[in-house]
């Protein structure tokens, strides 16, 4: 079993960076296919970035390509995501979440066991 905390959102200008962490607890987080997703009002959860136990591969929704990266540190027990050129349609709670097995289809929300209680992320216009 692994907790999850995310940090690092808070209220920024269209065009700013966030870089959003999610601590892991458990001495297993390597062996964990990590995800961050997403949440605005009145719409369903929706994936934003996939990441391998070691960081072979990434995937990324194609509404953040190019501009979001995930990333981890697994001597920290760390998943991170790096949010360049927001925009207001970026503003939503953030979550990270953890695969307990590999999973199949990595931007399914059924694939991810543990979640984080999420943070929030505003982006003024």
């Known amino acids: 079993q692994v907790q999850l905390v995310e940090s690092g959102g808070g209220l920024v200008q269209a065009g700013d960076s966030l870089r959003l962490s999610c601590a892991a607890s458990g001495r297993t987080f390597s062996s964990y296919v990590m995800g961050w997703f997403r949440q605005a009002p009145g719409l369903e959860r929706e994936f934003v970035a996939a990441i391998s136990g070691l960081g072979g591969w990434t995937s990324h929704a194609d509404s953040v390509k190019g501009r979001f990266t995930i990333s981890r540190d697994n001597a920290k027990n760390t998943l991170f995501l790096q949010m360049n050129s927001l925009k207001p349609d970026d503003a939503a709670v953030y979550y990270c979440?953890?695969?307990?097995?590999?999973?199949?289809?990595?931007?399914?929300?059924?694939?991810?066991?543990?979640w984080g209680q999420g943070t929030q992320v505003t982006v003024s216009s």
């Open positions: 979440a953890a695969a307990s097995t590999d999973p199949k289809y990595p931007m399914r929300r059924s694939e991810y066991a543990y």
